[in-house]
């Protein structure tokens, strides 16, 4: 039976000659066929497990396995691996054809055989009839497409792809995210895209990986990620967020901004000291008197598709709310939200303390432990 994992990292730690650790034993897996993404701030070691894979680094501990096989000593032209990468790195005095061609040529194809793969890659990426085109002609998305069709004409098993769309406008990169994403349903490869946005990498992702300071904060599917945090820091670096002090009262009650509110979260002691997380979407405008709380309106900016309203509470934490509504600088509003919109978090909890903390939970709820004693 086939591995459906064609990439894994057991206790992957690197650390440079200096002592400065980027990766910190890192573990996780990868499926075939689906597109994965790198999420992180600069420094967090996103390129790192990139170039690893690629080959042009090696772990200073553990094991990284490509299709069953321990890689960390093979060559990056024995891997079934091809990268595009942030700076396109064409050949500017190769036309558009031989830029695509180069690979199938070190390979000694045919030269019919190397027309047809050509044609079919740059087909893909929409670039029919720019097959004699001067490089230097070409624009930044098409320059994008031609670095694509180059690495996706070797066939690899796995496409890595390090902040491609980087250098690009915020159109042309909205352009080519529907690009690599049908792409990689049409080919069915394996894509690991690298980035620090988080917009790209909820709208591209069938799984992320969020990762800060050498480690894996969380991973999960987009909607897991922005819906679920597990931490401050996947709150705070996922969209925006309100997060706000409070008490896990009991299960499916918690207490912030000095009122009891029902959740639908539980597994907590009673009575612990947790934060609190609403969504600013989350938020509905509404009269004080109607609000779950009062607040007063302290600046408003019009997004295109909604209005973000920063409001303070009697307390002074602020609010950030996102409405279609309009609101007026200076009055006081009522906000409500809905049970589901409140996510609870526990302090500095990992994903793995997170993950067995709901398997106990589930364990006892089960087995019809009281909530004291859990």
Same mark, same amino acid.
């Given at each position: 039976?086939?591995?459906?994992?064609?990439?894994?990292? @057991?206790?992957?730690?690197?650390?440079?000659?200096?002592?400065?650790?980027?990766?910190?034993?890192?573990?996780?897996?990868?499926? !075939?066929?689906?597109?994965?993404?790198?999420?992180?701030?600069?420094?967090?070691?996103?390129?790192?497990?990139?170039?690893?894979?690629?080959?042009?680094?090696?772990?200073?501990?553990?094991?990284?396995?490509?299709?069953?096989?321990?890689?960390?000593?093979?060559?990056?032209?024995?891997?079934?691996?091809?990268?595009?990468?942030?700076?396109?790195?064409?050949?500017?005095?190769?036309?558009? =054809?031989?830029?695509?061609?180069?690979?199938?040529?070190?390979?000694?194809?045919?030269?019919?055989?190397?027309?047809?793969?050509?044609?079919?890659?740059?087909?893909?990426?929409?670039?029919? #009839?720019?097959?004699?085109?001067?490089?230097?002609?070409?624009?930044?998305?098409?320059?994008?497409?031609?670095?694509?069709?180059?690495?996706?004409?070797?066939?690899?098993?796995? /496409?890595?792809?390090?902040?491609?769309?980087?250098?690009?406008?915020?159109?042309?990169?909205?352009?080519?995210?529907?690009? /690599?994403?049908?792409?990689?349903?049409?080919? #069915?490869?394996? %894509?690991?895209?690298?980035?620090?946005?988080?917009?790209?990498?909820?709208?591209?992702?069938?799984?992320? =990986?969020?990762?800060?300071?050498?480690?894996?904060?969380?991973?999960?599917?987009?909607?897991?990620?922005?819906?679920?945090?597990?931490? !401050?820091?996947?709150?705070? =670096?996922?969209?925006?967020?309100?997060?706000?002090?409070?008490?896990?009262?009991?299960?499916?009650?918690?207490?912030?901004?000095?009122?009891?509110?029902?959740?639908?979260?539980?597994?907590?002691?009673?009575?612990?000291?947790?934060?609190?997380?609403?969504?600013?979407?989350?938020?509905?405008?509404?009269?004080?008197?109607?609000?779950?709380?009062?607040? !007063?309106?302290?600046?408003?900016? %019009? !997004?295109?598709?909604?209005?973000?309203?920063?409001?303070?509470?009697?307390?002074?934490?602020?609010?950030?709310?996102?409405?279609?509504?309009?609101?007026?600088?200076?009055?006081?509003?009522?906000?409500?939200?809905?049970?589901?919109?409140?996510?609870?978090?526990?302090?500095?909890?990992?994903?793995?303390? %997170?993950?067995?903390?709901?398997?106990?939970? @589930?364990?006892?709820?089960?087995?019809?432990?009281?909530?004291?004693?859990?």
């Amino acid at each position: 039976m086939t591995d459906p994992h064609i990439i894994r990292f @057991e206790s992957v730690t690197k650390q440079y000659d200096d002592g400065l650790t980027v990766l910190k034993k890192i573990d996780f897996e990868i499926e !075939r066929g689906k597109f994965y993404t790198l999420l992180g701030p600069s420094g967090c070691g996103k390129t790192t497990i990139l170039r690893m894979i690629a080959g042009f680094m090696e772990p200073t501990e553990g094991s990284i396995y490509l299709g069953g096989r321990v890689i960390n000593k093979v060559p990056p032209e024995k891997r079934q691996v091809n990268t595009v990468f942030q700076d396109y790195a064409l050949f500017p005095h190769l036309n558009v =054809f031989e830029n695509v061609a180069f690979g199938l040529r070190i390979k000694k194809m045919k030269p019919n055989v190397i027309a047809a793969k050509v044609t079919e890659a740059l087909n893909m990426v929409n670039l029919d #009839g720019y097959e004699n085109r001067a490089i230097t002609e070409m624009s930044g998305g098409q320059r994008q497409r031609v670095a694509i069709a180059r690495a996706i004409v070797n066939e690899p098993e796995v /496409l890595l792809l390090d902040e491609p769309l980087s250098a690009l406008d915020l159109k042309l990169r909205t352009e080519m995210q529907y690009v /690599l994403r049908e792409l990689q349903q049409r080919l #069915g490869i394996t %894509f690991i895209f690298v980035t620090h946005d988080q917009e790209e990498a909820l709208a591209m992702s069938d799984y992320i =990986f969020v990762m800060n300071q050498g480690r894996i904060e969380q991973s999960g599917t987009p909607n897991d990620i922005y819906d679920e945090p597990i931490n !401050r820091f996947v709150a705070d =670096f996922i969209g925006e967020s309100n997060i706000v002090p409070g008490v896990m009262i009991e299960d499916y009650r918690v207490e912030f901004n000095g009122r009891r509110f029902e959740c639908v979260d539980a597994g907590l002691r009673p009575n612990e000291p947790i934060e609190i997380v609403v969504r600013p979407e989350d938020l509905e405008i509404t009269t004080p008197e109607a609000g779950k709380m009062q607040v !007063r309106v302290d600046s408003q900016l %019009f !997004r295109g598709v909604h209005y973000e309203i920063s409001c303070y509470d009697d307390s002074g934490q602020e609010w950030l709310v996102h409405s279609t509504k309009r609101a007026e600088v200076g009055a006081q509003i009522g906000l409500t939200f809905d049970p589901e919109a409140i996510h609870v978090m526990r302090f500095g909890e990992t994903e793995e303390e %997170f993950d067995r903390r709901l398997e106990a939970y @589930e364990e006892d709820e089960d087995a019809g432990v009281p909530v004291h004693e859990r």
